[in-house]
């Protein structure tokens, strides 16, 4: 597979303000230095506790957030990626790499570049409840994206036709937001992303707010869509049960970093980070005859504000040793992919 988005030392810092004058005292680093590489046809998993970051980098990689470092490059041809990644190595801000990041770089779109690249990535937010308008029909929430694109041509049939697909029919046109079930909701807010025909979506925690029956159903959905329509997932979720059926690899991140990335299998199989470990044995078994032993995690989270030095899971960590807190590990292949970033592995 081809890669479709590479994201080079990204990172997403909000400002703390303080005093009278409100300056900048802090920065809330909620993504910080992330690399990673989504391929075309996959669905990519990101797990991790709430507050890591998940979906903050999600929305920065569509730029809904502004990008405060780092490049997303998007459906850049080999030839091309190579002759970045050459360009970056030598150390020096030509004039042809910056020609080739303005050209292909997402962080640095804006206005009609940037409107233009909002037809090919979306995302499907976590509460269908909040994410629609509740005063507009079904057929002018889906339509809603194709007038602000200008893709008014056959407007009517592009939007009964995604209705269809996502499970729903012609008479759920003409109904308000609030007399649907939940499950139905977020199959509508499905519809609204892929209306304009996408090749990346971001799913975040689109799961969560139903139950799981429903759960099951959308997930079915989710992967048909992604078959019929040859769709990209990037899917943001704490429920590792439910990323482990879908996912064809998984990144976990723990406060603004990716700690662990691999295949699915192999992570669940092998987890060699230490905060990887903790995650995978809080899955919840369903046989109340198997003792499952789990790895409790002590102390609190520490502030993104004031991160610790070295390796950020540090003081938490029951194999923590003294490099653990001086020098920050940088992610290493362990074989077939398997990264992780971890001085003890």
Known sequence: ??????????????????????????????????????????????????????????KTIIRLLDVTKGSIYFDVPNDVREEID?????????????????????????????????????????????????????????SEPLIVQGLTQDRNAKVLDILHKVGLTE???????????????????????????????????????????MRAQLLNLFQ????????TYLFVSHDLSVVECIAHRVAVMYLGKIVELAQTQELYKNPLHPYAQALLTSIPVPDPTIRKRRIILTGEVPSPVNPPSGCRFHPRCIKATEICAKEEPELRNMGNGHLVACHLV
């Open 86 to 142: 050459k360009l970056e190595s030598s150390g020096q801000d030509s004039h042809r790499l910056k020609e080739l990041r303005k050209k292909y770089d997402l962080a640095t779109y804006k206005g009609a570049m940037l409107r233009a690249m909002r037809r090919r990535m979306q995302i499907v937010y976590q509460d269908p409840t909040t994410s629609l308008n509740p005063r507009m029909l079904v057929k002018d929430i889906i």
């Open 224 to 231: 048909d869509l992604q078959r019929d329509l040859n769709l």
């Open 1 to 58: 597979m081809s890669t479709l988005i590479e994201v080079k030392n990204l990172k997403k810092y909000y400002p703390v303000l303080g005093g009278i004058l409100r300056r900048k005292v802090a920065e809330v680093k909620a993504v910080d230095g992330v690399n990673l590489k989504i391929m075309k046809g996959e669905c990519f998993g990101l797990v991790g506790e709430s507050g890591c970051g998940k979906t903050t980098l999600g």
């Open 171 to 213: 008479r759920h046109l003409y109904r308000y937001p609030h007399e649907f079930s939940g499950g139905q909701r977020q199959r509508i807010a499905v519809a609204r992303a892929l209306v304009t025909s996408p090749e990346f979506v971001v799913l975040d925690e689109p799961t969560s707010s139903v139950d799981v029956s």
